[in-house]
C-alpha cells in the first residue's frame, strides 16, 4: 500500500512537472500573437566554435549580434555550450554528407523551440559545419536544408522564419546589420523568354509595380548586375555558377563582379547552395546582403506546377504584406504550400525527425520543392516599394473587376487594338477554379473567331518556349489559381478575345488579367534568342582541353578495342547537375561492364565518375591524346543534354599532322527520341527516360594512325569509345 502511494505521489509529481513545462512553453508560443513578439529576432550560435575560428574578430561579430537584438542578449541562444553540457561532445559536424548531422539538427530544432516564438526569426550564426544543418533523403534524392528550423512543434507547417549567416567576420557583420538603403534598380537573368515564363514575368511584374526599374537579361551582363538593388535569376545553375539554356554563363563564383549596392539575390537555379556552395560565398564576398535560393533539384523548368507554386506564393503574400521581411514571406510560402496539398505537412513532419523518406512522383516533387529552399543573410531585408510603378510593356487590356462563368458555354469578351509599331501580345489568363473542379474543366480562348488554344489543368506542366502557351497555378485553401500565358496572333488592328467555359461548374477570371505589348526588338534587348547559338562559332571561344591520355583494352571481340576512358571521366551520371535542367536522376544504367549495342562492344564504367561532361553543363569540348591505333570507324555512347539542336562536331587527329572533321546528330537523352540504344526508366513522373545514343564516325583513311580525337561542340555526355579495326 505504502509502494502504491509513493508511486501515485510520484506520478503526481510527474504530471505536475510537465504541465508547468508545456504550459511554459505553450505560454512562449502565446506570445506570438503579440506584435511585438513576432519582430523578435533570436541568435543561434555555437560560441566556442566561433571563437576559434574568428579569434580576435569574435568580438566585433558578437557586437553585431547584440545589435541585432538591441541589446537583449537572452535571445542570443548558445547552443554549442547547451550540446556540449548535455551531451559531453561538441555540437559541430566535420563534413558533409553527414548521418549525424540530422540528429544533431533536429535536437538543436526541440532546444530552440523552447526559448523562442512561433512568428519570430531564427538567426543561424555560422556555417553548417559549426551549427549543423539537417541532411536529407527523399530517396535517390540527398540534399541539406535550415528549412525545417521553421517548423518548430514539428507538426510539418513552418511557422517561424529563419536566416543563416556565415562568411568572413567582415561579411557576417554586413548581414547582420542589414540593408540600409534600398535602390530602385534590379535584373532578372532570364534562360526563358520573359513573356512567356510564368516566373520571371511574375517578378519583373511585381517589381516593376513597386516602382523598380526593371533590366530583362538573356545574356551575361556584368555592369548591370553591378549596377542592380535586387538580382533575380531563373535558369540553369550548379554550386560554381548560374546560366541560361544555352549553357551560356551569367555569373560564375570564380568571376564574381563588384556588387557595391549590397543586392538582395534570388536564385532560382539547381544546386547552387549545397554546403560549402562558391557560388554563395562568392556573392556573400562581392557584397550581396542575402540571398535565396535552393540546395537541390529546382522543377522550375516545369512552370508554375511546383516551383512556381513556391514563387506564386510568396509573391501574393508580398502584395498582401508589404512589411514582411523576405525570410518571413517564404516561411509563409512555405506553409501555405503545405496547407495547400493534402498529407504534406504529415511527410514534412516525418522528414524533419528522421531526415529521410521514401517517396517517388508528386508527392517527391512537392516535398523537394518545400524543403529546399533556403535563405541566407540579412534577417530584416524586405522589398520595399520604391517609386511609382514602372511600365515593362504596353498594356492594351487590364481586367479590373472579376468576371463570373457560372455554365457551360457562357464566355468573357473583351477588344484591343494592336499598332503596327507592336511587338508580341501575350493574354496573361489569371482564373480561380474550384480546387474540386481543377482535374475537369475546359477553356477555349480565341482571337478574332479563331481558337488559340484549350486550356484545363491536364496539360499544366508544357515548357516555355514562345510561341506555345505557358500554363500552370497553385492551391490557395479550396481554389485552384490557374496562371496561363497565351501569344496571341500577330494581327494588327481592333482584336477580340473571346474566353469561353467549355466544361466546369464555375469559373472566375481574375483581377489582373491583361494583354501585355511587349516592344518589337525585345529579344535584342535582352540578348535572348529564339534559336541556340551557332556552336561552330563558339569554338574559337573555349579552346579544346585536353582531359587526358587513353589506353587501349581488348573488348574480347575480334576487331573491336575499347578506349580506356575511367580516368578521364568527370561526372557521375546519377548527378543532378546534368541532365540539361531537366535533372533526371537515374540510380544506375547498366548491370555490367560489358554492353552491346547493334553488335558492337562497349566496356563502360559503373561506379564513381563514369561519365565526361563538361563541367557547367555547356559545351563538352575536350581532347583524349595517345591512341595511337588506326581504325576503320569509331563508336560513341552518348547522351545529348539542355534539348541540343546542334551536332557534336569531333576532330580526328593524326600522326602525319592532318585531321578529319566529322560530326553526329545529338537528341535530348529524356525523351527518348532516336536513335537509341538504351533506354532506362526514371521513377520521376516527367523525365522517365534515360536514353543513350551509339554513333558512329568511319574514318577516311583507316590506314593511317589516330593520335587523338578532340570534341569541339556539342551538349552531350561521353560514355564509351570503341575503335574498330579492319
Known amino acids: 500500500m505504502k509502494l502504491r502511494t509513493r508511486t501515485n505521489q510520484n506520478n503526481l509529481l510527474l504530471v505536475f512537472l510537465l504541465g508547468t513545462l508545456f504550459a511554459a512553453r505553450g505560454q512562449t508560443f502565446v506570445q506570438a500573437d503579440d506584435k511585438t513578439s513576432k519582430k523578435e529576432i533570436f541568435i543561434v550560435t555555437n560560441h566556442a566554435k566561433m571563437a576559434d575560428n574568428l579569434c580576435c574578430t569574435f568580438d566585433s561579430v558578437l557586437e553585431a549580434c547584440r545589435s541585432l537584438v538591441e541589446g537583449n542578449d537572452k535571445r542570443i541562444l548558445n547552443a554549442g555550450r547547451a550540446y556540449q553540457k548535455r551531451f559531453g561532445k561538441p555540437l559541430c559536424i566535420d563534413r558533409y554528407p553527414s548521418e549525424e548531422a540530422t540528429k544533431k539538427a533536429q535536437w538543436l530544432r526541440d532546444w530552440i523551440s523552447f526559448r523562442a516564438c512561433k512568428g519570430s526569426t531564427i538567426v543561424l550564426l555560422g556555417d553548417e559545419k559549426s551549427v549543423p544543418t539537417w541532411q536529407i533523403s527523399l530517396g535517390e534524392i540527398s540534399f541539406t536544408t535550415d528549412s525545417l528550423y521553421s517548423d518548430l512543434d514539428g507538426n510539418g507547417i513552418p511557422d517561424t522564419a529563419v536566416s543563416r549567416i556565415l562568411g568572413t567576420p567582415t561579411m557576417m557583420v554586413r548581414q547582420l546589420k542589414g540593408k540600409k538603403k534600398y535602390g530602385s534598380k534590379a535584373v532578372i537573368l532570364c534562360s526563358e523568354d520573359t513573356r512567356i515564363h510564368l516566373e520571371t514575368r511574375a517578378f519583373a511584374k511585381s517589381l516593376s509595380q513597386l516602382g523598380y526599374n526593371v533590366a530583362i537579361r538573356g545574356s551575361q551582363d556584368d555592369e548591370t548586375l553591378t549596377d542592380s538593388d535586387f538580382i533575380i535569376h531563373f535558369g ?80 501574393h503574400l508580398r502584395a498582401e504584406r508589404p512589411c514582411s521581411t523576405l525570410p518571413q514571406l517564404l516561411m509563409d510560402a512555405r506553409a501555405a504550400y503545405v496547407q495547400g496539398h493534402p498529407g504534406l505537412s504529415d511527410k514534412l513532419s516525418q522528414l524533419g525527425r528522421t531526415g529521410k523518406i521514401d517517396v517517388s512522383g508528386d508527392k517527391a516533387t512537392h516535398l523537394l520543392t518545400v524543403s529546399e529552399w533556403v535563405y541566407y543573410g540579412d534577417p530584416r531585408a524586405i522589398m520595399p516599394k520604391i517609386e511609382s510603378p514602372k511600365e515593362m510593356s504596353r498594356q492594351a487590356f487590364s481586367l479590373t473587376k472579376p468576371t463570373y462563368l457560372n455554365e457551360t458555354n457562357s464566355s468573357w469578351k473583351v477588344s484591343f487594338p494592336t499598332n503596327a509599331e507592336d511587338g508580341q501580345a501575350v493574354l496573361a489568363l489569371y482564373a480561380d477554379i474550384p480546387l474540386s473542379d481543377r482535374g475537369d474543366f475546359l477553356l477555349s480562348v480565341q482571337q478574332n473567331n479563331q481558337e488559340l488554344s484549350r486550356l484545363d489543368s491536364q496539360n499544366d506542366t508544357m515548357y516555355q518556349h514562345i510561341g506555345q502557351d505557358c500554363r500552370g497555378g497553385y492551391i490557395s485553401n479550396d481554389t485552384y489559381r490557374a496562371r496561363f500565358l497565351l501569344p496571341l496572333a500577330e494581327i494588327q488592328g481592333k482584336q477580340q478575345l473571346e474566353v469561353r467555359l467549355v466544361k466546369g461548374t464555375s469559373i472566375m477570371i481574375r483581377p489582373g488579367t491583361e494583354v501585355d505589348v511587349w516592344p518589337p526588338d525585345f529579344e535584342e534587348r535582352i540578348g535572348l534568342r529564339r ?100 581504325a576503320q570507324s569509331l563508336h560513341f555512347l552518348i547522351w545529348g543534354y539542355m534539348n541540343p539542336r546542334d551536332p557534336a562536331r569531333l576532330q580526328i587527329n593524326f600522326s602525319d599532322g592532318n585531321s578529319q572533321e566529322c560530326e553526329f546528330p545529338l537528341t535530348e537523352w529524356t525523351q527518348a527520341a532516336s536513335p537509341v540504344a538504351f533506354d532506362f526508366e526514371n521513377t520521376m513522373q516527367y523525365f522517365k527516360h534515360a536514353t543513350v545514343a551509339h554513333q558512329v564516325v568511319n574514318i577516311a583513311h583507316p590506314e593511317k594512325k589516330i593520335m587523338s580525337i578532340a570534341s569541339t561542340s556539342g551538349t552531350y555526355g561521353l560514355i564509351a569509345i570503341t575503335l574498330e579495326k579492319d
Open 236 to 315: 540553369h545553375g550548379n554550386p560554381s555558377n548560374i546560366s541560361n539554356r544555352f549553357g551560356e554563363t551569367f555569373i560564375s563564383a570564380s568571376a564574381m563582379p563588384g556588387l557595391p549596392r549590397s543586392p538582395i539575390v534570388f536564385v532560382d537555379g539547381c544546386e547552387t547552395l549545397p554546403v560549402g556552395s562558391p557560388l554563395l560565398h562568392s556573392f556573400l564576398k562581392q557584397g550581396a546582403i542575402a540571398y535565396v535560393g535552393s540546395t537541390a533539384t529546382v522543377q522550375g523548368m516545369i512552370p508554375a506546377r511546383f516551383s512556381n507554386e513556391l514563387v506564386e506564393h510568396f509573391l
Open 531 to 630: 534559336t541556340a547559338p551557332d556552336r561552330s562559332k563558339m569554338v574559337t571561344k573555349q579552346p579544346v582541353k585536353v582531359v587526358g591520355v587513353a589506353k587501349l583494352r581488348s573488348t574480347g571481340v575480334p576487331s573491336f578495342f575499347s578506349i580506356d576512358l575511367s580516368s578521364l571521366f568527370n561526372r557521375s551520371h546519377n548527378s543532378l547537375l546534368v541532365g540539361g535542367g531537366d535533372n533526371a536522376s537515374f540510380k544506375t544504367w547498366f548491370s555490367e561492364d560489358k554492353v552491346s549495342a547493334n553488335g558492337v562492344p562497349f566496356l563502360v564504367r559503373r561506379t564513381c565518375s563514369d561519365v565526361l561532361v563538361s563541367e557547367n553543363n555547356t559545351e563538352n569540348v575536350y581532347e583524349i591524346k595517345g591512341i595511337e591505333a588506326s
